[in-house]
């Protein structure tokens, strides 16, 4: 049948994967991961009270969401996802998310990240 929300048409597009939070054969990338890049759709997925996406399920390649976001340098998702409380300090391939912002000399995003933690720990 036709999609009623847009975790569904994920699941229906992506149809090994029986959840948001499950890794698919194809790109062992999770919905969240492969919205990364578009972060409106990121923000419906991460909002849909009725999905409750796991915002820090690991690809195959062993990143969180958060991971990739940083890595491609897309700030907009970066914030969405820590707003969603995505852990900042959960390591993906060995490093954390800030990590990956210091390899990438991104200071925007490292900035965001310092933001999150001292948010969280308050």
């Known amino acids: 049948g036709k999609p009623g929300n847009v975790g569904e048409f994920l699941i229906d597009i992506h ?24 972060p409106a759709t990121l923000e419906i997925l991460i909002s849909d009270d009725n999905i409750h996406p796991n915002c820090e399920v690991k690809n195959g390649a062993g990143h969180t969401p958060l991971c990739k976001a940083v890595c491609e340098g897309q700030y907009e998702s970066t914030t969405l996802l820590l707003e969603r409380r995505a852990s900042p300090e959960l390591i993906g391939r060995g490093q954390r998310p800030m990590d990956y912002a210091i390899h990438n000399k991104d200071g925007v995003v490292g900035a965001f990240i310092i933001e999150a933690t001292d948010v969280g720990a308050t």
């Open 15 to 38: 149809p090994s994967s029986q959840s948001l939070s499950s890794v698919g054969p194809i790109s062992d990338n999770t919905a969240l991961h492969l919205t990364v890049k578009r």
